[in-house]
């Protein structure tokens, strides 16, 4: 069984950076897709980022493209999501999740009804 911890959640103003981290255990997941989906209070949980395996194939939300990065460090068992030129509408909790499936396949199974392996969250306020 796969647990996952979100941590690098805080608080920032528009135009700042936060890294987030997200750490497995109970098992390698070397051979697992891995994401950030984020909800903000009252909206349902949306995609933000994910990454294959290999860390070769990397997908975006359009509302993130070109402020967001998304990297993985399979040695530690840990996928991150560096966010820059952070806006207020970014502020939601942002969860790690991940799928055995090795590739993200955002047209079938990337999506909060599908994915099982879920963190518990870590919050992200963005000041104006």
């Known amino acids: 069984q796969v647990q996952l911890a979100e941590s690098g959640g805080g608080l920032v103003q528009a135009g700042g950076s936060l890294r987030l981290s997200c750490v497995a255990s109970?098992?390698?997941?070397?051979?697992?897709?891995m994401g950030w989906f984020r909800q903000a209070p009252g909206k349902e949980r949306e995609f933000v980022a994910a990454i294959s395996w290999s860390g070769t194939s990397k997908y975006f939300a359009d509302s993130v493209k070109g402020r967001f990065t998304i990297s993985r460090d399979n040695a530690k068992n840990s996928v991150y999501l560096q966010m820059n030129s952070l806006k207020p509408e970014d502020t939601a909790v942002y969860y790690c999740?991940?799928?055995?499936?090795?590739?993200?396949?955002?047209?079938?199974?990337?999506?909060?009804?599908?994915?099982?392996?879920w963190g518990q969250g870590t919050l992200v306020t963005v000041s104006s």
């Open positions: 999740a991940a799928d055995s499936e090795g590739e993200p396949d955002l047209a079938s199974t990337w999506y909060p009804g599908y994915l099982e392996v």
């Open positions: 109970g098992r390698t997941v070397s051979t697992y897709a």
